[in-house]
């Protein structure tokens, strides 16, 4: 309570500073690691690792501390150091962490010459990780009816007229699904169908597309029309190269789509967002003109469709996930009974042969029996 009860001193720190202002210089060194891929996919879950590095080299630095600040989408689990140095971390907030460092942090121990300026760029590290829409897109198709039989002596109610043509045509419905197994949402996509269009290269087109629909309009289609869809060749064929080519009918014939050279039919669909396991179907209603096939030799005639799905620039198509082509098969069936003419004409050259053939042998017969008589 008096002079006598009070004593002061000064006691003499020595800093060990080298700067004139004694500061200390730290700076922040890190960088992301995202493991296998250089980027994170959006609705996916992965961890990701921040490999931080301190140093100083400035002055002695006491009481230093590390704030982290991160997204909201990012969820701080656990921090770990590579030698104990009683370092410690702790969240503030979901999205602010702060680590102390626990002891003095002094100087490297080169000499260095510090700056009279010291800069506190290098105290701030700004770590951005790329997101994109990562998915794994799958199409899958169906074809009702997966055969049909055509021919002369198939009942044409059994097929579809169109308003003033003389064509029997097969009706077909093709149904394509696109699936996104994510994990990201898929911002859009494109779907390619090639369907055999020609028997020939310079053949007429078969198909007659009567109508494209994306269910509840998630999309749409274009194509190439028909201007003529009941084309029917002409006959320029011999009788008796078409009844030869009746009893020579040859087996299976394919067109593929796949295969050089074929003429397909292509209809190319523009889908929307789809989100991660969401379908969306396509349907395609054709007409195929069966006059043109009853002018090939082929008992039966396989046409392959092929159906592709390809992802747009603004997501990334996982490798070695589902496949993004799929095929669909049907067949067309010949009723292998010629045209009523083509009958005609067989029966009368059955006559004719069975005729030489009596003939001939009567010929012979008559040939053996006058040698017999006259030895």
């Known amino acids: ?65 590390i704030y ?43 000499k260095v010459i510090a700056n009279p300026e010291h800069r506190m760029l290098d105290n701030k590290l700004d770590l951005s990780i790329p997101l994109v829409h990562e998915v794994d897109t799958a199409i899958t198709g169906l074809v009702t009816p997966t055969s049909f039989v055509y021919g002369n002596s198939i009942d044409a109610s059994r097929f579809v007229q169109l308003d003033d043509t003389e064509c029997n045509f097969q009706p077909l419905n093709l149904t394509f699904q696109v699936i996104n197994n994510g994990p990201s949402r898929l911002p859009g996509s494109i779907v390619d169908i090639r369907i055999p269009n020609r028997l020939a290269g310079n ?9 494209t629909q994306v ?28 009844i030869f080519a009746f009893f020579t ?27 991660k396991e969401e379908a969306v179907s396509i349907d395609v209603k054709l007409l195929l003109n069966t006059e043109i096939l ?4 082929s008992s039966l005639i396989q046409f392959v469709t092929r159906g592709n799905v390809r992802v747009d620039g603004r997501a ?43 003939l001939l042998l009567a010929v012979l017969l008559w040939k053996v029996t006058h040698t017999h008589v006259h030895t």
Request: contains cysteine; charged residues 20%; aromatic residues 8%.
């Open 215 to 242: 269910a509840e309009g998630q999309g749409n289609c274009t194509s190439h029309r028909n201007p003529q869809p009941c084309s029917i060749p002409q006959d320029r064929q011999s009788i008796f190269h078409t």
């Open 203 to 211: 053949g007429a087109d078969m198909f007659h597309i009567m109508d």
């Open 316 to 358: 990334i198509e996982v490798l070695q996930g589902l496949s993004e082509d799929t095929s669909l098969v049907f067949e067309a069936l010949h009723s292998q009974e010629p045209r009523g003419y083509v009958v005609g004409w067989i029966i009368a050259i059955s006559l004719l042969v069975g005729i030489l053939i009596f």
């Open 294 to 297: 009853k002018r090939d030799s």
């Open 1 to 65: 309570k008096g002079d006598k009860m009070a004593a002061k001193n000064e006691t003499w720190f020595e800093k060990n500073c080298l700067s004139d202002d004694c500061a200390a210089d730290l700076r922040l060194h890190g960088k992301l690691l995202l493991h296998v891929r250089s980027h994170l996919a959006l609705g996916g879950v992965r961890n990701v690792s921040l490999n931080v590095t301190i140093s100083n080299a400035g002055d002695d630095a006491y009481d230093t501390n």
């Open 68 to 110: 982290f600040n991160f997204s909201r989408d990012v969820f701080y689990i656990n921090y770990w150091q590579k030698e104990e140095k009683g370092i410690s971390c702790g969240l503030v907030d979901l999205d602010f962490l702060q680590c102390s460092v626990g002891f003095p942090f002094m100087r490297a121990n080169t």
């Open 249 to 275: 009918k040859s087996g299976r014939r394919v067109l593929d789509c796949d295969r050089p050279g074929r003429a397909c039919l292509t209809i190319s669909c523009t889908l929307g967002s789809q989100s």
